[in-house]
């Protein structure tokens, strides 16, 4: 099974299991927690999921599908950037682990960038909490080079961070400038969240070139592309999807390895590469809180 291994030796399946969008409509979470269940019968243990999605919805559907069964899920979840201070760091991920059920989550990610909620804000607390036994691994997510430079200088020695939640997929290579090579000299992972891109594989340009290798290989379009984004052995791709079936075929993406010639054949079809990652949204702190107070009262009842 292709693995990725974390900075302290541990081993991660390359393909994970994302719940953006989970919890948001009852009638659909008893499949929303069978394919999560279904995931980690196929060996997909990371499941990734955060405050924000459905206003904590999404945590509560992660928690009834690892009920009983907490050891095989590797849950990583993320504190949406509405708070400034270091007691409200703390409030969200404990407020997280109740929704999620359980005592400890495997890893916290700073959700985004904010000028309102720096490092030397939010390191300290979430590592106080890992020396509480709460959380076993911190990251950050939607941090370019620029924004992670200051986090790796707040990091006191012996401290690392694990992971940094991008954008990736064969239409948004924007990472592959500077951000993910800069990561990995940290020893961090990267994490591809929207690897099929936002509209799904079948929306993606350059498709032929990927649909080839699918076919010559007797194997689905979705596996090549997880295969293709985890080539290097420094990325967890994190598809959404919550049925099962899709669940199972994305799984399949870890059991072969594309030859050199396809990975350059895909590389060479795909956009060229012509500026680094940069975060989308404004770093402004009531922005972040006004996205969370609009998630959350939408989704309360």
């Known amino acids: 099974m292709r693995s990725v291994r974390l900075f302290d030796g541990r081993e991660l399946p390359a393909v994970g299991l994302g719940t953006w969008g989970y919890g948001e409509d009852p009638a659909r979470r008893a499949q929303e927690v069978r ?14 999921t955060a405050e924000l999605y459905a206003g904590g919805g999404a945590e509560r559907v992660v928690a009834e599908a690892i009920a009983g069964r907490r050891d095989d899920a590797f849950v990583v979840t993320k504190v949406w950037p509405r708070v400034t201070d270091a007691a409200g760091v703390r409030r969200a991920v404990l407020g997280s682990l109740v929704r999620l059920g359980t005592d400890y989550v495997d890893a916290v990610l700073i959700h985004w960038p ?7 804000v939010w390191v300290d607390p979430l590592l106080r909490l890992k020396r509480e036994g709460r959380i076993r691994y911190v990251g950050v997510s939607n941090y370019s080079e620029r924004w992670l430079r200051p986090v790796l200088h ?3 020695p012996g401290e690392h961070l694990a992971f940094n939640q991008l954008p990736y ?3 948004d290579r924007r990472i592959e400038v ?13 994490m591809a969240y929207s690897p099929f891109g936002h509209r799904g594989p079948s929306a993606l340009r350059n498709r032929p070139c990927i649909e080839q290798v699918a076919q010559a ?8 592309m997880l295969n293709w984004l985890t080539r290097d052995h420094r990325v967890i791709a994190i598809p959404k999807a919550s049925r099962i079936e899709h669940i199972q075929d994305n799984a399949g993406a870890l059991n072969f ?15 060229v590469v012509r500026r680094p990652f940069h975060p989308a949204l404004p770093p402004y702190p009531a922005l972040f809180r006004l996205a969370y107070r609009f998630e959350t009262r939408r989704h309360s009842s």
């Open 178 to 190: 500077v951000t993910h090579e800069f990561g990995c000299t940290q020893a961090i992972v990267t």
């Open 114 to 120: 904010s000028r309102g909620l720096p490092p030397e």
């Open 154 to 156: 707040v990091l006191p």
């Open 35 to 48: 394919a999560l269940q279904a995931g980690l019968d196929a060996g997909l243990s990371v499941i990734d």
């Open 257 to 271: 390895s594309l030859t050199p010639e396809e990975e350059e054949a895909i590389a060479a079809a795909l956009p």
């Open 217 to 224: 290989r007797g194997v689905s379009v979705a596996q090549v």
């Open 169 to 171: 997929n064969p239409d």
